[in-house]
């Protein structure tokens, strides 16, 4: 069907004049390649999801066109589309490898920085394997994406990754969100064949990320970073790489307190404070480890760690408080404050 065809059932389904509609019979015609079937089966989807309804305040059919743009495709219309890959300008080809590398989507940004061809990627939206809304390009379906990466031959997929790697890493510093798409590349080709240098490199790389998702208070992604930069780590970690080791084990044990792991939690104390070579290097840890005792009600246990490290700081607390000691330090407190 021509998009004047679709333009005409929709315009007839949604008893709409045909002006109305023709941008939303746009969309659909772009969805469904005009296949009377799948445009049938879209609009009951979009339907469904509440995208295309009748407003009794309007008594007329409503819709949101950018909601509907965003809509995935059928998985028929799936088949329709990766049955053409063959047919497709090799340029356009090598392309879609690069950005189905990356993920489900990509924005504008992303694409400059890694050079690729703006003129490609509207010929994927032509093609309707990709759709754009506003600064962003996206993969029509994930099978679509999925299907594009299987076509990359598997000797090449990490050579791949590290490749896209590589070129972010020229534009990651001071850019939180290229750093984390950078550390995502090299960790989708990590491997046993990687050499002790490359090792510490992508570890401290994957320690970065995790401030960065910690700051996003992306818990979850920051966890996945962490425990990649603690498997990179390499053996006699402490001895070799102890600055390291310490940053990362101590942001696994905050991550694990802020998201109520305590096994995790305590693991990682107990690896800190085994191996920290100062006072001040197991402060941080201290601390937390006097919240994971509260937190278990283990009040007494708490309290008697925060009067050690307060006496190791030179603040020395009596065993024994008395009614004495408590008066004359609000005494000595209201002292202090008068003064300000």
């Given at each position: 069907?021509?998009?004047?065809?679709?333009?005409?059932?929709?315009?007839?389904?949604?008893?709409?004049?045909?002006?109305?509609?023709?941008?939303?019979?746009?969309?659909?015609?772009?969805?469904?390649?005009?296949?009377?079937?799948?445009?049938?089966?879209?609009?009951?989807?979009?339907?469904?999801?509440?995208?295309?309804?009748?407003?009794?305040?309007?008594?007329?059919?409503?819709?949101?066109?950018?909601?509907?743009?965003?809509?995935?495709?059928?998985?028929?219309?799936?088949?329709?589309?990766?049955?053409?890959?063959?047919?497709?300008?090799?340029?356009?080809?090598?392309?879609?490898?690069?950005?189905?590398?990356?993920?489900?989507?990509?924005?504008?940004?992303?694409?400059?920085?890694?050079?690729?061809?703006?003129?490609?990627?509207?010929?994927?939206?032509?093609?309707?394997?990709?759709?754009?809304?506003?600064?962003?390009?996206?993969?029509?379906?994930?099978?679509?994406?999925?299907?594009?990466?299987?076509?990359?031959?598997?000797?090449?997929?990490?050579?791949?990754?590290?490749?896209?790697?590589?070129?972010?890493?020229?534009?990651?510093?001071?850019?939180?969100?290229?750093?984390?798409?950078?550390?995502?590349?090299?960790?989708?080709?990590?491997?046993?064949?990687?050499?002790?240098?490359?090792?510490?490199?992508?570890?401290?790389?994957?320690?970065?990320?995790?401030?960065?998702?910690?700051?996003?208070?992306?818990?979850?992604?920051?966890?996945?970073?962490?425990?990649?930069?603690?498997?990179?780590?390499?053996?006699?970690?402490?001895?070799?790489?102890?600055?390291?080791?310490?940053?990362?084990?101590?942001?696994?044990?905050?991550?694990?307190?802020?998201?109520?792991?305590?096994?995790?939690?305590?693991?990682?104390?107990?690896?800190?404070?085994?191996?920290?070579?100062?006072?001040?290097?197991?402060?941080?840890?201290?601390?937390?480890?006097?919240?994971?005792?509260?937190?278990?009600?283990?009040?007494?246990?708490?309290?008697?760690?925060?009067?050690?490290?307060?006496?190791?700081?030179?603040?020395?607390?009596?065993?024994?408080?008395?009614?004495?000691?408590v008066i004359n330090e609000l005494s000595l407190a209201k002292g202090t404050l008068s003064n300000i």
């Amino acid at each position: 069907l021509t998009e004047k065809d679709v333009n005409a059932m929709i315009s007839k389904w949604l008893c709409l004049p045909a002006r109305y509609t023709s941008d939303l019979s746009d969309i659909i015609h772009s969805k469904t390649r005009g296949n009377p079937f799948f445009v049938n089966q879209f609009t009951k989807s979009i339907i469904e999801n509440k995208l295309l309804k009748f407003s009794v305040k309007c008594r007329r059919w409503i819709w949101d066109d950018v909601s509907i743009e965003m809509q995935m495709i059928s998985e028929d219309v799936v088949k329709l589309l990766t049955a053409r890959f063959s047919q497709l300008p090799s340029a356009l080809m090598a392309t879609l490898k690069i950005v189905a590398c990356l993920g489900s989507q990509v924005d504008e940004c992303t694409i400059d920085l890694l050079s690729l061809y703006h003129d490609q990627m509207q010929l994927a939206v032509e093609e309707c394997i990709m759709e754009k809304a506003g600064p962003l390009y996206q993969f029509v379906h994930h099978a679509i994406q999925e299907a594009i990466y299987d076509l990359i031959p598997k000797e090449n997929v990490k050579l791949m990754h590290k490749n896209i790697y590589e070129n972010l890493r020229k534009h990651a510093i001071g850019n939180p969100d290229v750093y984390l798409l950078m550390v995502d590349q090299i960790n989708m080709c990590l491997d046993e064949s990687i050499g002790s240098d490359e090792c510490l490199q992508y570890s401290q790389d994957n320690a970065t990320a995790a401030k960065f998702a910690i700051a996003a208070s992306s818990l979850e992604q920051a966890r996945i970073y962490i425990d990649a930069g603690i498997q990179l780590l390499g053996e006699s970690h402490w001895e070799r790489q102890y600055p390291l080791s310490l940053d990362l084990f101590e942001m696994s044990a905050s991550v694990s307190c802020m998201s109520g792991d305590t096994v995790t939690m305590s693991t990682c104390l107990d690896e800190i404070l085994a191996n920290v070579r100062s006072f001040d290097d197991s402060l941080k840890a201290s601390s937390l480890l006097v919240k994971l005792l509260a937190s278990g009600a283990n009040f007494t246990s708490a309290i008697d760690n925060c009067v050690g490290i307060l006496s190791k700081l030179g603040e020395n607390f009596p065993v024994e408080i008395s009614s004495s000691h408590v008066i004359n330090e609000l005494s000595l407190a209201k002292g202090t404050l008068s003064n300000i």
